[in-house]
């Protein structure tokens, strides 16, 4: 599994040391970061709400952007990713309430709290919710996790399971009618005769594709638009 992190903070020795040590905590667990950094400057928020990321880290005082203005903006444009303050302003932490943050990483205990929230975060990601699923291919038997799959493509007889962390799909011979059957309940949605995705990877919808986190266009089929807005609004709640 992968997770893609923002950290925004004034002081490079900040932005080195926050990515680098979230890239080591959760390399721990079998998990890969992919973290960009960012200083404060105008249209900050724009570059943000143009990336999909799962969690952004934001320093509270940076002379040139606020931080919880930052976040502030980025709800109100609808920006729903993780929220963490990493500051050494704890006498501000109440007013970060309305933007509803995942954590406050204070800065003088740093290592303390990011241990906390490492955990934390990886207990929210992995839950009975994100099962792994048994498939064959050929003779061989291969499990996945199911959030780390973005997408199934359907060529022929065969199926090629795209995940977010392999260039390479993995290929194996099966329905698709079998392959919905076993990851809708997971959050998947038939949005074409040839692709059944995995909601939490959609970034864009329109009216004849969808644009996943990973950059990927997928058609969607005239037929099954509605059914596919329905379906992603519930599944986002």
Do not use: W
């Not at 079998?30 to 960009?36: C, N, P, Q």
């Not at 609808?78 to 963490?84: F, H, K, Q, R, S």
């Not at 990493?86 to 501000?92: F, K, L, Q």
């Amino acid at each position: 599994m992968t997770f893609r992190f923002a950290i925004c903070d004034d002081e490079q020795i900040a932005l080195t040391a926050v990515s680098g040590i979230l890239v080591n905590k959760f390399s721990e667990h079998g998990v890969t970061v992919k973290a960009d950094t960012y200083a404060p400057e105008q249209g900050l928020a724009d570059v943000l709400c143009s990336k999909a990321y799962d969690a952004i880290f934001l320093d509270i005082n940076m002379p040139e952007q606020d931080g919880v203005k930052i976040a502030e903006e980025l709800r109100a444009r609808g920006n729903n990713a993780d929220i963490v303050f990493v500051s050494g302003a704890e006498d501000r932490v109440f007013g970060t309430f309305s933007v509803h943050p995942y954590g406050f990483i204070r800065k003088h205990k740093f290592l303390e709290d990011i241990d906390v929230f490492v955990k934390m975060y990886m207990s929210d990601r992995f839950t009975e919710n994100d099962p792994e699923i048994e498939f064959k291919a050929n003779k061989t038997i291969f499990r996945l996790r199911t959030s780390d799959i973005v997408y199934v493509e359907s060529i022929k007889e065969y199926q090629y399971i795209y995940t977010d962390d392999k260039e390479k799909p993995e290929k194996l011979r099966e329905s698709m009618k079998t392959m919905e059957e076993r990851l809708t309940p997971c959050g998947f949605i038939r949005v074409h005769e040839g692709y059944l995705v995995n909601y939490k990877y959609i970034m864009r919808l329109d009216k004849q594709e969808l644009v996943t986190t990973t950059g990927k266009h997928i058609p969607i089929s005239r037929r099954r638009l509605q059914y596919v807005r329905e379906k992603y609004m519930k599944l986002s709640r």
